[in-house]
């Protein structure tokens, strides 16, 4: 399984804004990073929506923390933005698998994503940017 860039430019835009303490822009998380500043204008309304970013307007203004990073699990950021964890044909609505009913493969591969999920809920934001210093110092702006 391998995530979306949507997913990775996500988490990269949250760990840009915990780390700088307050409205950070998108020019300036997208230099930072060496990425391009359309694709984290599309990355950021979808988490300004789902409550992890706030939206601070004016001449000063930018991105802001919602919440507290140690509030923000990394599994919660992977389930919005991700819009597929159909792992085989037999999880899609449309399957014509033939082997679908005695087939152990589906139990199997939903166990590894949940276990998948659950790691990832069990880190939080604040556990990649807190004590990071080296992470600190390249994201700070």
């Not at 399984?1 to 915990?18: G, I, N, P, Q, W």
């Not at 930072?32 to 694709?39: N, R």
């Not at 698998?97 to 199997?108: E, G, Q």
């Amino acid at each position: 399984m391998r995530l979306l860039l949507f997913t990775d430019y996500s988490l990269k835009l949250l760990m840009y804004v915990a780390v700088n303490h307050g409205p950070s822009t998108i020019g300036g998380c997208a230099r930072t990073y060496k990425i391009p500043k359309k694709h984290l204008e599309k990355v950021a309304p979808k988490l300004v929506a789902h409550g992890f970013l706030t939206s601070v307007l004016g001449r000063n203004g930018g991105l802001a923390m919602s919440r507290p990073p140690e509030e923000i699990s990394i599994g919660s950021v992977v389930r919005i933005t991700e819009n597929d964890f159909e792992m085989a044909e037999c999880f899609s609505n449309q399957n014509a698998c033939l082997i679908t009913a005695p087939c152990r493969l589906k139990s199997i591969l939903k166990e590894a994503l949940d276990e998948f999920l659950t790691v990832l809920d069990n880190h939080s934001l604040a556990s990649l940017v807190v004590s990071n210093t080296e992470l600190r110092s390249l994201l700070s702006a």
